[in-house]
């Protein structure tokens, strides 16, 4: 895997590096990612009390080196990678390899004059991220998907679609527009055409959950409104969804422009609002920011916390009961929702991330000083692109997708070896060894199984690790003359004489097996 990445990045002209894994605190404070990137950042202390951290990217570091090397724009564009271990102190390390706290990544660094510049080299780096996984043979989408702690506009994943993946995408098959769930999209269904009733106060004796006042009011969820009060530096915001859907945080922060939501304490809402969490709702408070979810805005006659204890209104009409201050999509996208392009049905689908790109503009070069001089002296931050591959969770994802019943199904180009020699009875033992031994002076990556255990055992175990080819010396052998090639991933047999078998071989795993 790791020399596909190569191969790739040398094609497109990518410079190979190697950074250091400890890095000086004093860039991170200068992007202000010391205090942004929170507690996966592992921090510590020198013998004279220098702060350092060990790397879970290298943004800063290689800013640094570029504006101390790519002073002119003569210089540009540059792009550079490297594959080193990262840490990150995740809080739920899972999955084996897919999220540990030290992993291996190919993470790769563009430098150029402007947004034009950048975008050319941003098609080069997805083209050969496409190459790499179809290599690698992985089923994957290319989606829209939030920057994170890395920062930047624009940002795009690579998912490996998998059923226990721990990303979820949204897709429309109809027009294939495709997302990461947290940036997703869907149309806002018509305004409703029921008429607005009046507003009433019903008793809901210790009702508070959504599922709690559908069922005691035998109604569904999405007539329901839903009030969550988060606590900011700006005061308290009053977030109103339907009750079948959740909140997106990541979009309710670029809504308000805020850095940090916290949800409000039951004792600060009680002080400002004079009613427990389970009964407030958006009707007669003043003293919040309320924010509702475009969807809301096209409902009539919710049902929504009264404000009072043991208390909800029925028939609540936005506008009539309510005005919002702020307007917008800030709900997670439900499957069955309308595409946001053509209006199809949506899918939510599972996977894993195995790729990342970012455009990130200026943001760390105007900080770290990284500036170049154009054609009149004028001197302009290097316009930045950065790229991840993450090199420990490929096996994962190709497991996922090539396997059966009796293990991987290694596709050819990461396979650990292309065949592996089966001597089927200690009668042929010896020339299975000279047909290996021819095997090896070919390009064939080949592997003797020369344990002494059962035929049976080998070929499990051949079956289990994935080998793409089992060289089988038996029966066949000694009766006709014939070697048998049998391939993994079909169970095909096919017969072929000792001196044809090198050439066979070669013409199989040519063709893909």
Known sequence: MISIVKEEMDRIGAQQLLLPFVQPAELWKKTGRWDEYGQELLRFQDRKGSWFVLSPTHEELITRLAGDILTSYRKLPVVVYQIQIKFRDEPRPRGGVIRSREFWMKDAYSFCQDDEQMGKIYKEMQSAYERIFSRCGLSYKVVEAESGPIGGDVSHEFISLAPNGEDRIVECDSCGYSAKLERARSRVKMESKEREKALEEVNTPDVKTV?????????????????????????????????????????????????????????????????????????????????????????????????????????????????????????????????????????????????????????????????????????????????????????????????????????????????????????????????YLNLKDSPIEVVWDNRDISAGMKFKDSDLVGIPFKVIVGRTFLKEGKIEIKKRGSGEIIKVSKKDLTAKLMELIQDGG
């Open 211 to 435: 599922d709690e006042v559908a069922n005691f009011l035998n109604i569904p969820l999405a007539k329901i409104l839903k009030t969550v009060v988060y606590q900011t530096e700006r005061g308290l915001l009053g977030v109103v969804v339907r009750g079948d859907h959740r909140i997106n945080e990541d979009k309710l922060k670029k809504l308000v422009k805020l850095e940090e939501l916290n949800l409000a304490p039951d004792e600060l809402i009680y002080e400002n609002i004079g009613v427990e969490v389970g009964f407030v709702g958006p009707v007669g408070v003043d003293n919040w920011c309320l924010i509702v979810d475009e969807a809301v805005m096209q409902g009539r006659n919710f049902v929504a916390g009264a404000n009072k204890k043991d208390t909800h209104f029925i028939n609540v009409n936005p506008g009539r009961d309510f005005s919002p201050e702020i307007i917008g999509d800030i709900r997670y996208v439900l499957p069955g929702d309308e595409c946001p392009v053509c209006g199809a049905s949506l899918k939510v689908k599972r996977g894993i991330e195995i790729g990342h790109l970012f455009k990130l503009g200026d943001r760390y070069s105007s900080k770290l000083g990284a500036f170049f001089l154009d054609q009149k002296g004028k001197k302009h931050p290097l316009i930045m692109g950065c790229y991840g591959i993450g090199i420990s969770r490929l096996p994962a994802a190709i497991i996922e997708q090539n396997n059966d019943k009796d293990g991987i199904i290694w596709p050819r180009e990461v396979a650990p070896f292309d065949c592996v020699v089966i001597p089927a009875g200690d009668e042929v033992f010896d020339f299975s060894r000279e047909v």
